[in-house]
């Protein structure tokens, strides 16, 4: 994306917003294109690493309405704020709870699948010296600790994904609460 492409996007996000606010926060974002070009960064590497103009302005939206909140204590501001909030909300109840909930399922399935296939490596270790399996005695007890091994293996990446999802999760959580949490604090 172009430096006048995530700009346009972040400008139209933020419409609404007073005018000095969006003209601040358009100046702080044109400079981090221009520390970026200084950086030899290309527009679009600055575009990646600054993420999804409308998730931007989205954020700074309801950022904006909490500041605005905390400085009016007014109906009015208070209703922008909680609508502002629910907004970035139902964005994530729309768009990344499902996307959870599948990879969460697959994540499942792949343990249900990965302990079935361990069991089943156990069964034919151990029931290998009492029935002739194909390629031998042997040959059963050997494919047997190998189901083992490879279930055990393919449950160690699958827990390494899930601890990373987890994470992932966390720092996606504490992004919403540093938005949310000067308005959670009591007031002095």
């Known amino acids: 994306m172009t430096?006048?492409?995530?700009?346009?996007?972040?400008?139209?996000?933020?419409r609404g917003l007073p005018p000095?606010?969006?003209?601040?926060?358009?100046?702080?974002?044109?400079?981090?294109?221009?520390e970026?070009?200084?950086a030899g960064r290309s527009e679009a590497d600055v575009a990646a690493a600054l993420g999804d103009p409308e998730r931007l302005a989205?954020?700074?939206r309801a950022e904006a309405q909490l500041t605005r909140w905390r400085e009016e204590r007014s109906p009015s501001s208070a209703a922008a704020a909680i609508f502002a909030v629910l907004g970035l909300g139902a964005i994530d109840i729309l768009i990344l709870l499902p996307i959870l909930m599948g990879v969460a399922a697959a994540l499942f399935?792949?343990?249900i699948a990965v302990?079935?296939?361990f069991f089943a490596g156990g069964f034919l270790f151990a029931?290998?010296?009492?029935?002739?399996?194909?390629g031998g005695t042997v040959a059963g007890i050997f494919a047997g600790i190998g189901l083992m091994a490879g279930a055990t293996s393919a449950g160690a990446v699958l827990t390494l994904i899930s601890i990373g999802l987890i994470n992932a999760l966390v720092w996606y959580g504490r992004l919403h609460y540093r938005l949310l949490k000067p308005a959670l604090e009591p007031q002095g």
Do not use: K, N, S, W
Request: aromatic letters at 12%; a negative charge; hydrophobic letters at 55%.
């Open 36 to 38: 970026g070009e200084a």
């Open 3 to 14: 430096r006048q492409a995530f700009m346009a996007r972040l400008r139209e996000g933020l």
């Open 58 to 60: 989205r954020e700074l």
């Open 115 to 117: 302990i079935a296939v």
């Open 127 to 134: 029931a290998a010296p009492f029935v002739d399996p194909p």
């Open 20 to 34: 000095q606010a969006v003209a601040d926060i358009v100046a702080d974002y044109e400079a981090h294109f221009t």
């Open 109 to 111: 399935g792949f343990f």
